[in-house]
């Protein structure tokens, strides 16, 4: 059994616009040890999805169906109390900027012993002295000096660590890290990558990275998911992602990656701003923007078809070669839209 299944996940911001589809369908599963890498641009939904497993939305969202389920356990609908003993014990969250998920007023050290306190049974001297382990794990030098300093004294780089010490503090079996290096310059970047790495193989914990950085995605995770306009396209271990991509949206990303091959030359990026989730097209909602898009994309909205045992994507360029060849299965419903297209294309 996988350490975290999530399945058909839909959660929803209600506006005074209207309803607003941040995540619509999402599933996936999460084994104990791996790295599960979530892709797209701004607004796709990938940080919802996570705060969605958490349940920290924000007043106007509301999970409106599917089923999250840690080691068999039901969280959606669980409730708060259950809520509060998952959250730093089980499953961790390292948000996207350390600056503003620290208190200003207090100190590293206190804001680390609150953590441990609440959610373990420690007294404040083993608390204390569990902060001071932590920030050494994540080499952060003098830790007993550093437990009386307040946050603004740290670079961004130390404050990066000491979110993911308080993350780490409690153990738990997930961490989830929300562009944990967005606001670092590369340097810094490629140390706290390496730090989570090494973490991850010592502590022997399951993370799910959230990022638009393909490059992140290649060097740490085990499997990746893609997501656009609150939905996944494509999903598959991180070689097939990368070196066979399925999705017209997946291929876009990996045009859009500069390479020591693309030095001096234009990057080609992906035309178009994302979609409305406001006004959710009937079909596709990557094809206005897809260079490749047919009318059966604008009209009717591709299922996941499994490209193979490692491999998912719902995009209809897959469809026709792949049902020739009888590589791709396709649910029967879908292969009823696509008889329903093929005469108009």
Known sequence: MALLEVKDLRTSFFTDAGEVKAVNGVSFNLERGKVLGIVGESGSGKSV??????????????????????????????GERVMKTVRG??????????????NPTYTIGRQLMEAIILHTDRDRRAAYERAVEMLRLVNVNEPEKRMKQYPFEFSGGMRQRVMIAMALACEPDILIADE?????????????????????????????????????????????VVMYAGSICEQGTADEIFYHPCHE??????RSIPTADTAGTKLRPITGTPIDLLNMPQGCPFAPRCDNAMKICIRTRAERMRINDDHAAACWMNV??????????????????????DEHE
């Open 89 to 102: 014990n089980k499953i961790s969250i390292i948000f996207q900027d350390p600056m503003t998920s620290l």
């Open 249 to 254: 949206y997946t291929k876009g990303l990996m």
């Open 49 to 78: 999805t996570a705060y969605s497993i958490m349940q920290i939305l924000a007043s106007t969202g509301r999970i409106v169906g599917g089923s999250v389920k840690l080691d068999g356990q039901e969280l959606v609908g669980a």
């Open 180 to 224: 944990p290096t967005t606001a670092l310059d590369v340097t810094i970047q490629a140390q706290i990558l390496e730090l989570m790495q090494q973490l991850q193989e010592e502590l022997g914990m399951a993370i799910i990275l959230i990022t638009h950085d393909l490059g992140v995605v290649a060097q740490l995770c085990d499997e990746v």
């Open 320 to 341: 026709k070669a792949g049902a020739d060849s009888g590589e791709i299965v396709i649910e029967p419903k879908q292969a009823q839209a696509q008889e329903g297209g």
